[in-house]
């Protein structure tokens, strides 16, 4: 079945067993920043030595391929030229969605991590929406399926964000399935037994 699989996982990138990670980079971002940054830290700088000596200058569709093994839990590490941040608007993120299911495919991948999603302050929900339409589109073109992690502590507000795309906004043929919301904590009132407020919310062991 054609579709794009959208994992959890609250664990920082470089801990998140893939075969391909996926990061985002500005010519606006001097120093890198995000999960490039996190990412180059982790490479001891050899994404931004691709930077200084020229390279790599983070033009919109720009793409480099780097080896991550030993550094990363995942092989490769793809790194997407996003072009002036001012510039990046909706048409844009949704294109960003097609160029990373294309070349995770190219590539073989069946489980790429967006590190790209994890920038949120750059990302939006209108971008979030936009970046997984248009990889779930791609997955329907390639009739082939991509599960795709999204991580750290702003994954749950990012797949909350995707919820009503999977319902309602993408055309014919493409297909975004995302984990199950999480179960709310029953809220019990506290009871009071004396001087003693005793909390039913709490679990014993």
Same mark, same amino acid.
């Given at each position: ?22 990061? /985002? ?23 931004? /030595? ?10 919109? /569709? ?27 608007? %909706? ?17 073989? %991948?069946?489980?790429? %991590? ?86 039913? /919310?709490?679990?014993?062991?």
């Amino acid at each position: 079945m054609a579709s794009i699989v959208v994992e959890l996982d609250d664990k920082p990138l470089e801990r998140v067993p893939a075969d391909l990670v996926v990061v /985002g980079f500005s010519p606006d971002d001097r120093p890198l920043r995000g999960s490039a940054g996190r990412a180059d830290w982790r490479l001891c700088g050899d994404l931004w /030595g691709l930077v200084t000596s020229r390279k790599f200058n983070g033009t919109l /569709g720009q793409a480099a391929l780097l080896s991550a093994a030993g550094s990363l839990r995942s092989p490769l590490l793809l790194v997407l030229g996003l072009g002036h941040r001012a510039e990046l608007v %909706v048409d844009t993120w949704r294109e960003l969605g097609r160029d990373v299911v294309r070349r995770a495919l190219d590539l073989r %991948v069946n489980r790429a %991590v967006l590190g790209l999603v994890s920038d949120a302050a750059n990302l939006g929900p209108e971008g979030t929406r936009a970046l997984f339409g248009g990889a779930a589109v791609a997955a329907a073109e390639r009739r082939a399926e991509l599960r795709v992690a999204i991580v750290g502590e702003g994954a749950l507000a990012r797949v909350s964000e995707l919820r009503s795309l999977a319902k309602a906004g993408l055309p014919a043929g493409a297909s975004l399935r995302l984990p199950e919301a999480p179960e709310k904590p029953t809220k019990f009132p506290p009871i009071k037994a004396g001087d003693f407020t005793y909390n039913q /919310g709490l679990r014993f062991k």
